[in-house]
């Protein structure tokens, strides 16, 4: 078993778009692995393989009983809206109200390259869209306008982490 460290908000590789699996071999097991692992440790929900120090477009979620992954991951329906509280392992101790879709679906493959397809409501869809967002370099707390915002901008820089 292999937990990897988090990398944390102010690492360039969070901000950078991953890049596209081409070659399915034993690297790409090891990180599907190490991703499955990870995302195990309690309270956590999913997690970005940028997260982990890999440039690799690959995440993987544990919600509500459901352990998956997916490679090179792409949102082909969205539907729905919610409004509630989200998270992130690279923001340690802020949580913001965001509101999401309420039903997503993500297509990608595995780790042998065959296509697979992931449906997920509440919680989940959440979790989908934001590892997804991830893999583009993009953070939760890039949609938060103003007093969540700000309010969220104020709770980074005390905390010491550049926003």
Same mark, same amino acid.
């Given at each position: ?19 596209? &699996? ?9 990180? &599907? ?11 956590? $929900? ?27 991951? *792409?949102? &082909? ?18 949580? $913001?109200? *965001? ?43 890039? $949609? ?16 010491? $982490?550049?926003?």
């Amino acid at each position: 078993m292999t937990v990897r460290p988090l990398r944390l908000l102010g690492d360039p590789l969070l901000r950078t778009p991953c890049e596209p &699996v081409r070659r399915f071999d034993d690297g790409v097991a090891r990180l &599907v692995a190490d991703l499955l692992d990870t995302v195990r440790v309690p309270g956590r $929900a999913g997690l970005a393989a940028c997260q982990i120090g890999s440039g690799l477009a690959a995440f993987s979620y544990n919600v509500d009983g459901q352990l998956g992954y997916v490679i090179n991951p *792409r949102i &082909v329906e969205l539907s729905g809206r919610q409004e509630g509280p989200e998270a992130c392992l690279s923001i340690p101790g802020v949580t $913001a109200n *965001r509101e999401r879709a309420s039903r997503a679906v993500v297509e990608g493959v595995d780790a042998s390259g065959r296509p697979v397809r992931v449906s997920g409501t509440g919680e989940l869809a959440r979790c989908l869209q934001h590892e997804t967002d991830h893999l583009a370099g993009t953070l939760y707390i890039d $949609a938060l306008a103003g007093p969540e915002r700000r309010r969220v901008m104020r709770e980074i820089r005390r905390a010491g $982490a550049p926003p």
